[in-house]
Structures are given as structure tokens and as C-alpha cells.
């Protein structure tokens, strides 16, 4: 499909921003053969970026913008990518992904394995209970940590069975969107 879409050509000179987020975005979703077609550079070149990207660390908190970012692309990225597209330590990655109970999507962690199919972790009748009993009312966030699941487990799990949040926890949660929003 890459060939299809992206002509070959090579590009020489100095990495431009927009290359270097272009080459960022597609690190782990897919191969340096494919970035390097997109990208119109050669592998090599790719290959010499991504082991740079290796090299640079960032220290300090996070913005709401990396957490998002992060958010959006944790569950199908490895650590160490990820650590190179963010310019942190594999150990600063998973902290806020526990932080933010993130999980691996079942598919990449199978693709990972070399494995065929993953057993789903089935929810118990006790863990059922506790959903249906606090979804109404608890952060998805704080149930994921309770029932030791990632939030899209819990969000997916209510979803089915037709769970709905309360006005006054909605009315809670928009009021924490905008003081988040805000704080910085």
C-alpha cells in the first residue's frame, strides 16, 4: 500500500520537524521500510533517526498534551518505542501508564507473542457486582484501579451492560475536565 501511495524518492539533507513528527507518529505501528516509503527517505536514514530519537531524554512533568498523546497511543506501542517518541525512560512510560491504569491492546500484546488469539480475562460475578454497584457514581479510572482492569475494560464492560453515569457524576466529571483544562 505504501508503494502505491508514496512514489519512490529519495530525500537527502537535514531531518525537517514535520519529518521527524511524521517519523514519531509512525515508530512501532508499522516497519522502517514503510516509514522510510512514506517519508521518501532511505531506510538507513530512518533507521539513524530512530536510534537518535534513543539517545534524547526528557526529565520534568508531563503536559496534558503528552498524557493525551500517550493515552491515544499506549496500547499499541512497545515501551521502548514509546520511551523514543517521548523522550523518556521506559520507567517514567510505565508509571503514568499505571498511573492512568493503560493497558496493551489484546491484539498488539498477541501480535507481540507471535500468538494466534488472546484469552480475554473473564469478568467474575464479584467483579460484576462491584461495576454495576459504583459505575453510576465512581470514576472509570478509579473503578479500573479497583477492579485491577484498564479504564477501556471497564468503559467497553458497562457499555454492555447498558450501565449509564449519573447526572451528578457527569455534572462532577465536566467540572474536572475544565479545572484540568484550566489548572496549567
Do not use: C
Amino acid at each position: 500500500m505504501a508503494e502505491k501511495l508514496f512514489p519512490q524518492g529519495t530525500r537527502t539533507g537535514p531531518w525537517t520537524a514535520d519529518e521527524m513528527l511524521a517519523l514519531k507518529k509512525y515508530l512501532g505501528a508499522t516497519t522502517p521500510e514503510v516509514i522510510a516509503r512514506i517519508l521518501g527517505r532511505t531506510v538507513d536514514e530512518v533507521d539513524r533517526q530512530i536510534m537518535d530519537l534513543g539517545r534524547i531524554t526528557r526529565d520534568g512533568g508531563w503536559t496534558r498534551d503528552e498524557v493525551a498523546e500517550l493515552k491515544r497511543v499506549y496500547g499499541t506501542r512497545t515501551e521502548e518505542d514509546l520511551s523514543r517518541i517521548f523522550g523518556r525512560r521506559v520507567s517514567e512510560i510505565r508509571a503514568i501508564a499505571d498511573e492512568y491504569a493503560l493497558a496493551k491492546d489484546k491484539a498488539f500484546t498477541r501480535k507481540l507473542r507471535g500468538e494466534a488469539s488472546t484469552k480475554m480475562p473473564r469478568w467474575t460475578d464479584a467483579e460484576l457486582e462491584i461495576l454495576k454497584s459504583d459505575y453510576e457514581t465512581v470514576s472509570n479510572l478509579d473503578l479500573a484501579r479497583k477492579l485491577k482492569r484498564s479504564v477501556k475494560s471497564v468503559v467497553s464492560k458497562a457499555h454492555n451492560l447498558g450501565l449509564k453515569k449519573s447526572t451528578e457524576r457527569l455534572r462532577a466529571m465536566g467540572r474536572e475536565n475544565v479545572s484540568l483544562r484550566y489548572r496549567d
